[in-house]
């Protein structure tokens, strides 16, 4: 058993880390209780009602970091290169360049309540507006760039899935280098 975490923000991350390794199902709450150092009661008084609000505080940290990291970077100032490179890399860190699951489509199909239900819809609604900010400066017009950012959100779930079925990361790599074109002769690009 790992060592008891210190703070609620410690279970969380180790919470994180089952669910998007084992999907909502597949994860027992020994799994979850193994994976943060604490006993099952321990467990059930940081969170009374159980795996569906652990899904949930784990989905609230993934709209957080989609937010700060991937949002926040389109929204930032700078060039458009830069910043579609710097969430290109946070990207490749979060999924260990294509070989780690992400937990939103781990938990997308999971039947985990209205609240957490909720809280899915709005990390990957975020996700997608990062994504429709970066093809509208690219000079996409804003129907093509809203179809751009789904298609691509999507592209990638799919590429993180083909790799655990078949353990090839082309796919996750040929959608991070369309995220990548959005820039090259992005001035050129006519809206449409």
């Known amino acids: 058993m790992s060592a008891a975490p210190a703070a609620k923000d410690e279970i969380v991350d180790r919470l994180f ?11 027992s709450l020994a799994d979850l209780s193994r994976a943060t150092g ?12 159980g795996k569906e609000q652990m899904a949930k505080a784990v989905l609230e940290r993934a709209t957080a970091v989609i ?10 100032a700078g060039s458009l ?27 997308s199909s999971a039947d985990m309540g ?11 609604a975020h996700w997608i507006e990062a994504i429709e900010i970066l093809a509208r400066e690219s000079g996409l017009a804003p129907l ?4 751009f950012a789904e298609d691509w959100v999507a592209r990638v779930q799919g590429a993180l899935v083909m790799q655990a079925a078949t353990g090839e990361i082309g796919p996750y790599r040929r959608a991070l280098n369309a995220l990548l074109d959005l820039s090259k002769d992005s001035a050129s690009r006519a809206p449409d």
């Open 17 to 27: 880390a089952v669910f998007r390794d084992r999907g909502f199902e597949g994860a």
């Open 38 to 49: 604490l006993g099952k009661s321990s467990l059930y008084h940081h969170f009374p009602d």
């Open 67 to 76: 937010d700060s990291e991937i949002l926040g970077t389109a929204q930032a």
């Open 81 to 107: 290169k830069t910043r579609i490179r710097k969430i290109v890399a946070t990207f490749d860190q979060m999924y260990a360049g294509g070989s780690t699951p992400c937990v939103l489509g781990q938990l």
């Open 114 to 124: 209205a609240e957490a239900r909720k809280n899915l819809g709005q990390a990957l």
């Open 144 to 147: 093509k760039a809203r179809h």
